[in-house]
């Protein structure tokens, strides 16, 4: 959590202290959290047991989960480990919300004022029209993709349940519904089928 308090201060101070535009700020933000994407995919605990991770590989499937274009070169059911699976659902997170919808919700959480800058940063991140209400508008994206995204996953725990046993459901329910909120396309069923074992499951 400190690591990631210091990721985020340490982008408001540099932003603060070098006149980036705000396109610049917002690809720099997205290219610090694929490199801190890949860094953690690389790391021994995030492969299954037998399976090598290249360089290659990590950032392939970091970039994939941030830009939200579902595209894999390992089976993310079988490839990654349950802690290399939560990374790539975060990092579909942050790049289905956007960087800086997720930086302004820390922000917000840390109690930091959100100044003149960050707002008109928020304004051509999310296309608003005016300053008027931007904090507001993040906050109420957040909270509601939280709750659709919670609403999926205990509609799909529930029905997996049936099918695996009730952590597995619970994880599985979470990841895909993260993962199909965000239009990412990732899964966890191995063997690269994807849902299509539910093709005509109606809850699913």
């Not at 694929?34 to 090598?52: C, E, F, K, V």
């Not at 008027?132 to 996953?153: D, H």
């Not at 994880?171 to 093709?199: I, P, Q």
Request: glycine residues 8%.
């Amino acid at each position: 959590m400190d690591n990631i308090k210091e990721f985020f201060s340490g982008i408001w101070k540099r932003n603060q202290r070098i006149q980036l535009t705000s396109p610049q700020v917002m690809l720099l933000g997205f290219a610090l959290i694929i490199l801190a994407g890949t860094i953690l995919l690389l790391l021994p605990q995030m492969t299954s047991q037998g399976r090598h991770t290249s360089f290659l590989t990590a950032l392939f499937t970091a970039t994939s989960a941030v830009c939200v274009t579902g595209l894999v070169v390992v089976d993310t059911g079988t490839h990654w480990t349950l802690p290399g699976q939560v990374v790539i659902m975060l990092l579909v997170q942050i790049g289905g919300l956007g960087f800086m919808t997720m930086a302004m919700v820390f922000f917000m959480v840390l109690g930091k004022k959100i100044g003149l800058k960050n707002r008109l940063l928020m304004q051509e991140s999310l296309n608003h029209i005016s300053l008027q209400g931007v904090v507001k508008l993040v906050k109420n994206i957040f909270i509601f993709s939280i709750v659709i995204e919670l609403l999926a996953a205990s509609i799909l725990a529930v029905r997996w349940h049936s099918d695996m046993s009730l952590a597995k459901a619970l994880w599985f329910g979470l990841f895909h519904a993260v993962t199909a909120f965000n239009n990412a396309g990732f899964d966890l069923f191995g063997g690269f089928k994807s849902l299509t074992g539910y093709v005509r499951d109606p809850a699913v």
